[in-house]
């Protein structure tokens, strides 16, 4: 393999444990080797990578030297809710919570995509993206409106502890 000289070797060895990327440094460490002089049979060995894996690694290395090395961005599958209407969803649930209603079930929120925003999500997608948006499943425990926190401490104080 042909390792162009970005960096000399020792650079690579003192560079890679230095790394706090660790797919980086292991790359990095894997370029050190190439650069060494051994062979690709030999770092596979001793590594446990792929030989197409490493003969890909020299290849970004020598097109961009450890830049090429990183790992590019993986933009993934565009949200079915689009980001603007993520924040219309938060302000209606946050609405919804102030006028009244204690509290939105999954079911709640999948009828509200579905009627206000035209989209259909699954039970289980809902609380995925009620968990990115930052909300939680917690409910605070309800409390009797005639309750009184004064008598309820007083019987915690007094009450035998088990």
Known sequence: MTVREYHRTKELLVLSPSESNKR???????IAWAQKGMTCPEIVQISGYSRRSIQGWV???????IEGLRDKPRPGRNPLLARENQARLCRRIDAGASSGRASFGGNDIRQILKDEFGVLYTLDGVYKL???????CLMPRPQHEKADPASQEAFKKTSKKH
């Not at 980086?24 to 894997?30: G, K, M, S």
């Not at 290849?59 to 030297?65: H, M, P, S």
């Open 24 to 30: 980086l440094a292991q790359r990095i460490q894997v």
């Open 59 to 65: 290849a970004a290395y020598n097109a961009g030297g």
């Open 130 to 136: 009620l968990h990115r948006l930052g909300y939680s």
